[in-house]
């Protein structure tokens, strides 16, 4: 094991696993501590401790990750990669928003939701337009994405042509 906060995730888990090792003479060795010295109670305690104090760093990182996540969100900020059809525009405080990328895709973006508009069914939108089915349906899923992203690059008439 490379740290001995890997030996479990769950700090509960941990308090069940220290005693285990020790009452049946199992050895725990880290690449980077070396042998953990559960022999002794108080050394076990410690590892415990430690475990727990890690546990809960954790936590707060996962925290603060998800605030910013949602602070990103809503201020219109996109998280992960850019949907098809879509780049990144300039970069702000918060990250990048999305703009219409220029060319082919854009147009097969315009393309896909003006011919579920008129009824069609995603595979014979594949076929219409070359673009898959999944991300047909994707790009009809997230509409709302598409016209934001138009309207703030004041390309919203040509999204509903």
């Known amino acids: 094991m490379n740290d001995k ?12 696993l220290i005693p285990d090792f020790r009452e049946h003479n199992i050895e725990l060795h880290t690449w980077q501590d070396g042998q953990l010295d559960l022999a002794d109670p108080m050394h076990a305690a410690i590892e415990i401790l430690q475990a727990a104090a890690a546990h ?25 990669a850019a949907p098809y059809g879509l780049g ?10 999305l703009t219409p990328n220029h060319g082919e895709e854009w147009e097969n973006v315009r393309a896909v939701l003006a011919l579920r508009d008129e009824g069609l069914s995603y595979r014979e939108i594949e076929k219409e337009t070359g673009v898959a089915y ?8 997230r509409r709302g994405v598409y016209e934001r992203a138009a309207e703030r690059t004041g390309r919203e008439e040509s999204l509903a042509e």
């Open 5 to 16: 906060r890997r030996i479990a995730r769950d700090i509960d888990e941990v308090m069940r």
């Open 134 to 141: 999944s991300t047909a349906w994707r790009i009809v899923q």
């Open 56 to 80: 809960e760093e954790k936590l707060k990182e996962i925290e603060k990750a998800e605030e910013i996540t949602e602070d990103r969100l809503e201020n219109g900020y996109w998280h992960g």
């Open 88 to 97: 990144f525009g300039v970069k702000g405080e918060h990250g990048q928003r």
